[in-house]
């Protein structure tokens, strides 16, 4: 009878072990489970954006954090496949909304910069220069409507690709803007203006916005399309980038290097970022 109360009370600390052991295996896993905030996210092989994609997730979707290595998560996604995703893009979903200009923090990336150049024109002016005046006037335009701007850069120094991204969620930013202009194979080929985005919803409705703004410009408008852009890729808030205009195009050139031109492009840009919060979308 002794033996038998000993065995039935190690019986019975054993279930209970297991219970709360599967208790808080089950928090644990609660906790790291995390639902992905945009659509088409890259699922690479390894903790940096070079590389290879393995895998898409999208909006709602959850992944399975299970660790953590220089800005990256590994993940477990699709039930039983292994991948990794920046950590950026799954901390910015509750990001608290902006419902006018003053409340919004934005982050403008004037395209290349120090030993990245960018296109050149037909007399080998660099894009870098442009693509800087123009976010520089965009910021002062913001700021004097009462926007927190964050440039990614503000000189002509050198910021990696890959991490342009990360200034959205470092700074708990509402909107991301990259400044561009275009190239042709063929100089004098091609011209006009084009608003790209990657998401679909608020980064096509932001795209939207601008571009409808854009229409005053003295260039065609060559619409809104979807353009798979690592820097409107891979970040976690709206995002869109802009070519204002053919760099090799001897008349769009004129237009681009024109003070008047830029003060313009950054006027309606504003407006459209303006709009776009106005809308709540």
């Known amino acids: 009878m002794h033996m038998f109360n000993i065995n039935k009370r190690g019986l019975t600390f054993t279930i209970i072990t297991t219970l709360l052991t599967i208790l808080i295996l089950g928090i644990l896993l609660l906790r790291n489970n995390v639902k992905v905030p945009c659509d088409n996210l890259q699922i690479k092989n390894g903790p940096n954006l070079s590389y290879k994609t393995i895998g898409i997730a999208n909006h709602g979707e959850h992944v399975q954090i299970l660790s953590h290595k220089d800005n ?29 200009l003053s409340e919004a923090t934005i982050v403008l990336d004037p395209g ?40 990614v850069r503000n000189s002509d120094k050198t910021v990696s690709l ?5 200034f959205s969620t470092d700074n708990h930013a509402n909107l991301f803007v990259s400044f561009h202009f275009d190239s042709s194979n063929d100089k004098n080929t091609a011209s006009g203006f084009t608003s790209y985005y ?84």
């Open 112 to 151: 290349h910069g120090g030993s990245d150049s960018g296109a050149l024109s037909n007399n080998n002016k660099q894009e870098k220069a442009y693509t800087l005046k123009v976010a520089q006037k965009t910021a002062n335009r913001l700021r004097n409507s009462g926007a927190n701007v964050v440039m």
């Open 72 to 100: 990256w998560v590994r993940v477990v996604y699709n039930q039983n496949k292994i991948g990794w995703i920046p950590e950026w893009l799954l901390n910015n979903h509750n990001l608290k909304r902006a419902n006018n």
């Open 162 to 166: 890959f991490k342009r991204p990360s």
């Open 198 to 281: 990657y998401h679909n919803g608020k980064s096509q409705k932001l795209a939207t916005e601008i571009n409808h703004n854009l229409n005053n410009l003295p260039l065609d408008n060559r619409g809104i399309m979807k353009g798979d852009f690592l820097v409107i890729r891979d970040v976690s808030v709206p995002s869109v980038l802009l070519e204002m205009g053919y760099i090799n195009d001897d008349d769009d050139f004129k237009l681009i290097k024109n003070p008047n031109y830029q003060q313009r492009v950054s006027s309606d840009v504003t407006k459209g970022i303006n709009q776009y919060i106005n809308k709540n979308y």
